[in-house]
């Protein structure tokens, strides 16, 4: 129960990598209130609540100012301080540089970028001074590695990282510990969505493709990476800040390219 008594706010956490980050959440003792503005967002609470926990949902765009700071002054008449926010709600929609729309753009840096942005500053006033923790999920994409299509999504997830380390200076003062995950693949629907695109008759042979070039012969799930999130959030990362945490089955590790073994 590493996360007892604790709240904390995830953001995208109605399905994917956030669900995952919510539930181990709540395994470990934390209250957890959710931001997203999926469709599903009122089904997942109702299923968490079912199973005993405590738990908080807000439909919300964020990257809509105004409704990130409504759903946070709601946030407020309830409580008076949050311990953990999880910056994890992202978009990925694989497209040409060339061919790439300003809109399809622009949707990329609004939620991916300056959503993080709009819910870390509204809830900062809410963080300070009791040993709060910022875990954003940046990607190993952008930062380490890239394929073709994914201009858009590496530029912000790269930005995520920068993003990570010049707040965790900022707010060391303020006892408020700033890191970052930088996941591989995950079997999450967005992933599905991708193989979709790239080969709608057969998305399951890219997905299998993804999964034979990785050391580790496998996808993470969303449940690994909500490990890492608890730990990243919990007192035993107490002297860990500024920092990126890859967790990819060593995806990123070969020197060489080792085709098919």
Known sequence: ?????????????????????????????????????????ENTVMKLRENGYE??????????????????????????????????AGVCILGGFEEMTDELRDKHFNININGTWNVTKALLPLMKNHKASIVNLSSVTGVSVADKGEVAYATTKAAILGFTKALAMELVNDDIRVNAIL???????????????????????????????????????????????????????????????????????????????
């Open 1 to 41: 129960m590493r996360l007892e008594g604790k709240i904390a706010v995830v953001t995208g956490g109605a399905m994917g990598n956030g669900l995952g980050i919510a539930k181990e959440f709540l395994k470990e003792g934390a209250k957890v209130i959710i931001l997203d503005y999926s469709k599903e967002l």
């Open 55 to 88: 738990v908080e949902g807000y439909l919300v765009d964020i990257s809509n100012k105004e409704e990130v700071l409504n759903a946070v002054s709601k946030i407020k008449e309830k409580h008076d301080k949050i311990d953990v926010l999880v910056n994890n």
């Open 183 to 261: 996941p591989g693949y995950i079997m999450t629907p967005m992933v599905e969505k991708m193989a979709v695109q790239s080969n709608p008759d057969n998305p399951k042979s890219v997905v299998d493709g993804i999964a034979s070039a990785i050391p580790m012969k496998r996808l993470g799930t969303p449940e690994e990476l909500g490990r890492l999130a608890v730990f990243l959030a919990s007192d035993d990362a107490s002297y860990i800040t500024g920092q990126g945490i890859v967790i990819d089955g060593a995806s990123t590790l070969p020197e060489t390219l080792t085709m098919g073994a």
